[in-house]
């Protein structure tokens, strides 16, 4: 009998300085995760900014974000999820990743998207947020399939502190999003909005892409190939990483730097 292969083990970066969503976004990736999934959850230490609502906050994480891929690939993880839909630092992180494949939450969802429907619209929080998650759509070459981005006036602070609420302005920029704009999908655009999409797409009838959902399965199943066909990112040309002998001369990498808290999901 055929040895069962070693399950597959994921980074999931909240590229924050805070613990505050490592546990809830744990158990809601226990609820959905395949059974032998492990999944390390982890944040940056205190001091760093609680949101990347702007490019200011975004800008000053993604150091720690290159050192958390750089901490995945050398701890053999399979796969590591930056954990915001602006998938910040993507390009950086899987150029130092080794053997780990890096997925984004917009990516994933957006990749998704284009496998359902002709036309996707993209709920966001705030309309701040629209410029720079069109760029992205636009940078994974999913721009002609882009309806419409729709804004529910809401900060990301506060997308959990009243879920109802926060259900029902994204059903309100759902319907405007599908009988305006021809959309045929949502995606929900934040990873603050884990937990909401069942009664969102029960309402509005249509797909209903969760950011978290979209990231780990892809994770889940580009970790997997990954193990049974060495699918591993490519390191050539464009793809080529930093020098070893560089990293390590100049002390830039130094293993679990920048991780404040690890909660492991099993």
């Known amino acids: 009998m055929a040895n069962s292969p070693p399950p597959v083990r994921i980074l999931w970066v909240n590229p924050i300085g805070s613990p505050d969503y490592d546990q809830p976004m744990g158990e809601f990736m226990r609820g959905i995760k395949n059974a032998d999934t492990q999944i390390n959850v982890v944040s940056f230490r205190a001091g760093g900014p609680q949101h990347l609502e702007f490019r200011t906050y975004e800008a000053l994480v993604i150091g720690d974000i290159i050192r958390a891929a750089r901490d995945a690939a050398?701890?053999?993880?399979?796969?590591?999820?930056?954990?915001?839909?602006?998938?910040?630092?993507?390009?950086?992180?899987?150029?130092?990743?080794?053997?780990?494949?890096?997925?984004?939450?917009?990516?994933?969802?957006?990749?998704?998207?284009?496998?359902?429907?002709n036309r996707f619209s993209v709920i966001v929080g705030q309309n701040k947020w629209i410029q720079q998650m069109t760029e992205r759509v636009h940078t994974y070459g999913y721009g002609d399939r882009l309806a419409s981005m729709q804004p529910i006036n809401i900060a990301v602070p506060d997308l959990q502190a009243d879920c109802e609420f926060t259900a029902r302005q994204i059903i309100e920029a759902g319907r405007r999003a599908i009988d305006e704009d021809g959309a045929e999908a949502l995606i929900l655009g934040c990873t603050c909005t884990f937990g909401l999409f069942e009664a969102v797409q029960k309402e509005l009838k249509v797909p209903i892409i969760d950011p978290i959902n979209a990231?780990?399965?892809?994770?889940?199943?580009?970790?997997?190939?990954?193990?049974?066909?060495?699918?591993?990112p490519s390191r050539v040309g464009s793809c080529l990483p930093p020098p070893e002998a560089e990293i390590e001369s100049w002390g830039l990498l130094p293993a679990g730097a920048g991780i404040g808290n690890r909660y492991q999901v099993v």
Not at 99 to 112: F, K, M, N
Request: with cysteine.
């Open 74 to 117: 050398t701890s053999g993880m399979d796969a590591m999820v930056i954990g915001c839909f602006y998938d910040p630092g993507i390009e950086a992180a899987r150029e130092i990743s080794g053997s780990t494949v890096v997925v984004g939450p917009c990516q994933a969802a957006v990749q998704i998207a284009g496998n359902l429907a």
């Open 215 to 232: 990231a780990l399965k892809m994770a889940e199943a580009l970790g997997g190939m990954k193990r049974q066909f060495d699918w591993a």
